[in-house]
Structure formats: C-alpha cells, structure tokens
C-alpha cells in the first residue's frame, strides 16, 4: 500500500484528471506528489477522526454497539465539585429542585472499561442532572444524576447521555417501558444499566441518551427539530423570579421549545422549519391551560371547552389539531396510541402525559410532531419502587384505590378518554398480543434489567395487567377531543419582565408584545439571537423572550397558526395508496399504459416525492433545469423547508423493478431514497449539481447504475442494507462510493474513472466488493472514522485493480484488498 498522498495533492490531481482529456503518466503523477509533499504536511484522512478507543479486534465491525462493562469518571476539580454538590443539596429546601445555578459544566476524565479487560480513556463535560430532589442522594456520599458529553468517544453509539440514579425512574420499570415502548415502534431513547465509579465511589445508574440528533439517526429520522417544554416560568425553583400573575397561573406559560438549538443553527430554513412547529406546537399548549378547571394542576383530569361548554381532555398527545396527526385509513395516530400505551402502563399520575414531559421531533415534510417516551415514572414492578412510594401504594390499598388495573369508581381520571385514544387501545391490544415475550424478556435481560419471564407475562400476556388496562380504556371513549383554539391567552396577565415574541415567516421579521397592556412593536434579532429564542434562553437587560407563534393576527383572532412551509406543493394520486408532490415549475405527464412519469423542471427549486403505498414496475425519469451553471456549485443549506433534499425523492415507499432517470437538477440529491425498500433495475444519473444518488435508511437491491458527472458523491449509502449487482461511475468530484453511518452494502461488479476516492467505507459500515477497477482515481480505497458517534469502517475488495496503488487504512478501520 502507498500512503504518502495528502488530501491537497488529491484536489489537485482530481482537477488535473477534470480538465486533461489525456491520462497522466505514473511517473508524472509520483514526480507531483514528491514536489507537494515538501511543500504539504501528510494527511492522510484529512476528514477522520481519531480513534479515543478503537475496537481490539479488527473485524469487529458493523452496527451492534459495544458495551463497556463498567465507566469511570474522574472529575478534574473535584473540590469544587463536591463543594457546588453540597450546596444544591442544601438548596433542595430553598428551592424544592436543582436550579441551573449548580448545573455547572465540569471537565472529568471517562474511562471504559471492557469485559475483554481493555480500556481506553476519553474526556468530557460533566454536571448535575435533574429537576427534583431524588437525583441527590446522602448514601454512601453525596451521590448524583449526571448529565455527559463525550469529547471523542462514545457510548455504544451515545455521545450526551444522562446516568440516572434508578430511584428518579422507578429503577427496571423504566427498562420494561423503554423496551416496550420501542417494541411497538414509538421514538425511545436507548436505555440500559452500567455499573459505573464516580470520583472513587461505586454507583449502579441508568444510562439514557438526551434528545440530540444520534436518538435520530438511531430511529432512521434525518436531523430535525425536537420539542420540549420551555420551564423558565411558574415552577417551585423559578418563583423567586416571577410575577404573582405568573405563579398564580403557571399552566399558561407551558410553551414549547426548540431542544436541540443544533438544527436551528444549520440556517435560516432550518430556523424556519423549528418556528413553524412551535408555532403550532404551542397552540396544544395553550388548548390545555384554556381548558383547565379552576386551580386543578393536574394535567389528566378533564378540563372544560371554553367555547361549549364541553368536557374536553387535557392529555397534550389527545388534541385534535391536525400537528399531532390524526386518524388514518390505517389506524389511528401514532399520539393516540402513545397516550393509550402510557395511561395503560399504570404511570403514576400518568407521569409521562404530564405537558412539562411531554417531548416531540417535528417532521416537516408531513407537518406532524412525533411523541417521544420521556420519564414515564411507570410503577408496575413494586420491588423497584422507593420505600415512600411503596407505602403509598399500600395506603392506596387499604382504602380500595388500585393502581395497576382500572377500577372506575375509584379511579376516574385515568379512564376518561377520547374516542380516539379509546380506538388506539383497541388497535394496541392487537400489537401487544403479536410480541415474542421470550425475545422481550431476552431484550430486557440485555439491557441489565432484572425481570422474570413470569413477570412479564403476568404484565403482557393476553389478561395481564396492561392488557387488562387496554380492554379498559377501549371502552371509556367519554371525553372530546380538543379542537378549539384559545385566543390572547396571555390577556389580562401582568409580568414587566416578559415579552411575547410572534414570527413572520419566511421574512424573519419578528414582532415583541408586553403582557398586560400589549402594547407590540418590532424586534431585531441576530442570527444566533434567534437560535436562543426558539431554544427558549433570549434574554437582554433582564426581559425574557417567549416564543408564541409565526402569526400574531391569528393569535389574536383563535385561529390555527397558518403552515406557511407547506404552500405551492402540489400532491397527487399516483398509484393506489402512493403519492406525488411536486413544487416549483414542474410538469409532470403519466403514462399508465406504459407505466412512465416523466418529470420535466423548469425552475431551480423544483423538487418531486413519491411517496408512501408500493410502486411496481413504473420507470421515472426527471429532467432538471439551469443546467449551464458550473457543476459543483453550492449554496445554501442541504434542505429545503419541508425538509426534502432530493430532486426527485423516493420516501417510505415499496420498490419493486424500478427504473429511474435523472439529469441535472439544483439539489444536494439528484435522486434520494429515504427509507426506501425493495428492488430498482437501473438508476441512470447525468450531470448532478452534488451527490448524484443518495440513499439513507434504506434496504434495497438495485441491478445497474451509472452516473456521468457529479458535483460531489456519485454514490452515497448509508444506515442500511444495499446490495448492487454492477455500479459504473464517472468524473465524481469527491468519493465515487459513500458508505456511511452503519451502512451494510455488497458490490458485485465497482468500476470508477476520474474520482479524487473511489470508494470509502467509514462510520461502523461494512462494505465487500467482488471486483473494482479503479482508472484515474487518487485514493482508490479507503476506510476511516468521521463521525464520533460511530466507529471505524471495514472494506473488503476481493479483486481491486488500481492505478494509482493507493489504499489507506486509518487505525480501527480495517481494509482488506486480497487480490490488487
């Protein structure tokens, strides 16, 4: 193997290969490299990163996450962080919570350690975890919940990631709901025990990952915005800063907020994308505080329609507007099953219904927010309960009050239910009864919880506890879904030192009204000023800004907050169940007979998705327009506002012996496959503006495909299985294969000409390659890290002719050419 090239001298021969129709000589190309390379320091992976902890065996790879046996954490200033401790223990009774004053970040040295008896070390920021008093604990020390970020490594695939004290979650109860909750398809964070020392003392937590764009990934949703509660106002450890009017009336100031602030910083779209799901988001929240009965704090009870009159639920994930989805030809919502499943679940007080709990990711292509398990507090396995939890239970039933099963007479609140949810209990019960219990038990076995068979299927057999709790709520549809919208909530509200703030999309134009008088005027925010806004943190000269919507008229008047993304998309009935959209100028003609959609642009913005249902036997062609621009330009960001990166997109389709054509295009993707399955027969790309075929979340077996110019990847895979029979490629401006985020992928047949690389598996992907030839390529094959929530990635080539005769192999990846 030759590794002496650095990524200067590949730009300058991939342009050297672009404009010189003749090949270059071997010898003219090594007299290059040695001129450079006096001039250039050698990097050979100048977009890796080093392995903090790489795997000690070198085909260890793919996407089964490797779990530590143990982690230790050393902070660095110890005295002071005991000292800060301390003092927020001492606070407890000051505050009645953890304040953000003692969530300071500490550096801490992390080490793993691995069953094989290997470790490795890495850094990280450290603090204090937690709201309530029950992440602090005095035995054997002062004992706490801790929030993580990994400097380099990762936990089997988490960089942030909370360590639990198992107590603030019910210990194993919260490993059967995670687990079940993922079982039956809803957003979970990944969730398991690990014995862990922290500053010398032994300490058992639950390690749960925070909501950051690797919970995404992991659930084969691209990066978008995630949502929670903003809790700067009207709760115990904030009173002392808040307004009578705000303490009086907390329920009302429960908006949400953008989490991951991340996705708000990638651009104005983005930007755009976060303020019109909050705008609409809020919109539930202020549906619950205007239904809420007198001083009644808690969110399960029914409230009241202001409008009518009627008994309404205040559950967030029971409204009926239309950002929480609604029924289906298939079932009801996913937010109906969810609340269904949790009320089922025994929470105590339905905890994780509760609105401050509540966390959602907003998908902008269907405009719809997604629940997400969140701190559930289920109560079903006693042994794991707290000593005051337990004795409440037992007070519970001396006086006839049962928790874990429905008993209308002494537990209404829990039962009263709109039809929806009433509908999606019934639909549950089906789910619950089709899982493997023995493979649910082994599941929970590996993620260190302590739970019998026995036990599980008392819980979740047919006549177990939650299926029981199912049956029941499927017959108690007796409260109306909410579909008013409160208008001026705030009004009559006094507090000087908080302003409301409502958008103006897509200008960016924002508008500040004062609570009381209301008195609005216009307000100017930065770039970075409008990501703390949407993250729920704008504060200047002592004024708090809250984020209400992107309309104030239509706050004003109760009327939905307008979903300004979703203008000039046009959406069709294409085959059966399976849609088309199109935005922009674009012409669309079917041909049925022959099964042919043609697609022709005439404006750079337009884009085509075919989407949902099954698609059989139908080529697709799609003609892009401006195609005199340079190849290679790019501005902007990769989406656009409804999230979509491809010119043409094929999205939660079925494929079957498709054909697909594309030329030019002003997209990131010429063609994109998102959570696509099934099999293509030909993919045919010419002049792509960047990545000419991307393919994410994706199981397919595609026959041929060709690409003839690309501004960036010919090829890009990743987080998925692909099998490709023959790929020819050619004049790829940077990789002419991808492989990435865990991707599985097998190429009968590789030929690549003029590419800086020709293939890279990087990223926890596992890539073979029967036979490649590599013609005017740089790098032609390379394996490496670039992402810190993956590890190495593994390439084998079986055949390889290379002209070049440059492979590279970063430390922890793993390359093997057996016959170049």
């Known amino acids: 193997m030759k590794v002496g090239a650095t990524w200067s001298i590949l730009v300058v021969l991939g342009a050297l290969q672009f404009l010189t129709p003749d090949p270059q000589s071997t010898a003219t190309v090594r007299t290059l490299v040695t001129e450079i390379e006096r001039l250039v320091p050698d990097h050979l992976f100048p977009e890796a990163i080093e392995f903090s902890c790489p795997s000690p065996q070198a085909d260890r790879r793919g996407n089964t996450p490797e779990y530590p046996s143990r982690l230790t954490i050393d902070v660095n200033r110890l005295r002071s962080w005991t000292t800060n401790a301390f003092e927020a223990w001492l606070g407890l009774g000051q505050y009645g919570g953890l304040v953000d004053d003692f969530k300071k970040s500490y550096e801490a040295t992390v080490t793993f350690e691995f069953s094989d008896g290997r470790s490795c070390v890495d850094q990280a920021q450290v603090r204090l975890h937690g709201d309530g008093g029950d992440h602090l604990r005095t035995t054997g020390g002062l004992q706490t919940s801790l929030d993580v970020r990994l400097e380099s490594s990762n936990l089997a695939g988490i960089i942030h990631f909370k360590l639990l004290l198992p107590e603030t979650r019910s210990g194993d109860n919260e490993i059967l709901a995670t687990t079940l909750f993922d079982e039956l398809g809803f957003l979970t964070p990944r969730t398991f025990y690990i014995n862990a020392t922290v500053n010398g003392a032994d300490v058992r937590y639950l390690v749960q990952e925070k909501f950051r764009k690797e919970l995404l990934e992991y659930q084969q949703i691209p990066e978008s915005p995630m949502f929670q509660v903003d809790e700067r106002f009207g709760y115990l450890w904030t009173e002392h800063t808040d307004s009578d009017d705000v303490t009086g009336n907390p329920h009302i100031f429960r908006t949400s907020r953008l989490s991951n602030q991340q996705f708000a910083e990638r651009g104005p779209i983005a930007r755009a994308i976060a303020e019109e799901g ?275 008229t239509h706050y004003k008047a109760g009327l939905v907050q307008p979903d300004h993304l979703v203008y000039n998309w046009q959406h069709l009935e294409f085959v059966d169940r399976t849609t088309l959209s199109v935005y922009g100028l674009i012409e669309a003609e079917v041909d049925h007979t022959d099964n042919i959609l043609t697609l022709v642009a005439s404006s750079p913005e337009a884009r085509a998705v075919i989407w949902n249902g099954r698609l059989e036997n139908w080529t697709v062609v799609f003609q892009g327009s401006d195609m005199s621009r340079e190849v290679g330009a790019q501005t902007g960001e990769r989406h656009d506002s409804r999230g979509v990166t491809g010119c043409l997109t094929f999205r939660d389709v079925d494929l079957s012996h498709l054909i697909v054509r594309a030329v030019g295009g002003d997209c990131e993707d010429s063609i994109h496959f998102l959570r696509a399955s099934g099999t293509v027969t030909r993919i045919d790309v010419t002049n792509a503006r960047t990545d000419a075929v991307d393919m994410d979340y994706s199981h397919l077996g595609v026959s041929t495909i060709t690409v003839k110019t690309a501004g960036n990847d010919c090829l890009d895979i990743s987080s998925g299985t692909y099998v490709f029979k023959s790929v020819a490629v050619e004049r790829c401006a940077d990789k002419a294969v991808s492989v990435g985020e865990a991707a599985t992928s097998n190429i009968n047949s590789l030929r690549v000409t003029t590419a800086p690389t020709g293939i890279a598996s990087k990223d926890s992907s596992v890539a073979t390659i029967d036979r490649a030839i590599f013609t005017k390529v740089g790098v032609c094959a390379t394996a490496y890290r670039k992402k810190q929530a993956y590890n190495g990635g593994s390439l084998l080539l079986k055949q390889s002719t290379c002209d070049s005769g440059d492979y590279r192999q970063q430390q922890g990846s793993q390359l093997i050419v057996q016959y170049p």
């Open 278 to 552: 909050l705008a609409r988001l809020n919109q539930v929240y202020a549906q619950a505080a205007a239904a809420k009965p007198s001083a009644v704090g808690v969110d399960q009870l029914p409230g009241v329609d202001p409008q009518t009159g009627t008994a309404v639920s205040r559950i967030v994930t029971s409204s009926a507007l239309p950002i929480l989805g609604s029924l289906t030809s298939t079932g009801p919502s996913e937010s109906s099953k969810f609340t269904a499943l949790l009320l089922a679940m025994g929470s105590d007080n339905a905890h994780g219904l509760k609105s401050h709990n509540q966390r959602f990711v907003y998908d902008p292509w269907t405009g719809i927010v997604r629940p997400i398990y969140y701190d559930g507090q289920i109560s079903l396995i006693e042994r794991e309960l707290s000593t005051d939890n337990r004795a409440k239970r037992l007070l519970k039933a001396m006086i006839g009050f049962i928790e874990h099963e429905f008993t209308p007479d002494t537990d209404l609140s829990l039962v009263q239910v709109t039809p929806s949810t009433a509908l999606a209990a019934t639909a549950l019960r089906h789910d619950l009864a089709s899982i493997d219990l023995r493979s649910f038990s082994n599941s929970l076995d590996a993620r260190g919880a302590a739970i019998s068979e026995e036990e599980v299927q008392s819980l979740m057999e047919p006549g177990g506890i939650i299926d029981k709790n199912l049956a029941a709520i499927a017959q108690a549809d007796n409260l109306t879904a909410p579909d008013f919208v409160p208008a001026e909530l705030y009004k009559g509200i006094y507090d000087p030192s908080i302003r409301l703030v409502f958008g103006s999309i897509p200008s960016g134009l924002f508008t500040q009204c004062t609570l009381f008088e209301g008195n609005c005027m216009e307000l100017v925010l930065t770039d970075e000023e409008q990501v703390s806004l949407l993250h729920g943190g704008l504060t200047s000269k002592d004024i708090d800004y809250l984020y209400i919507g992107n309309s104030i």
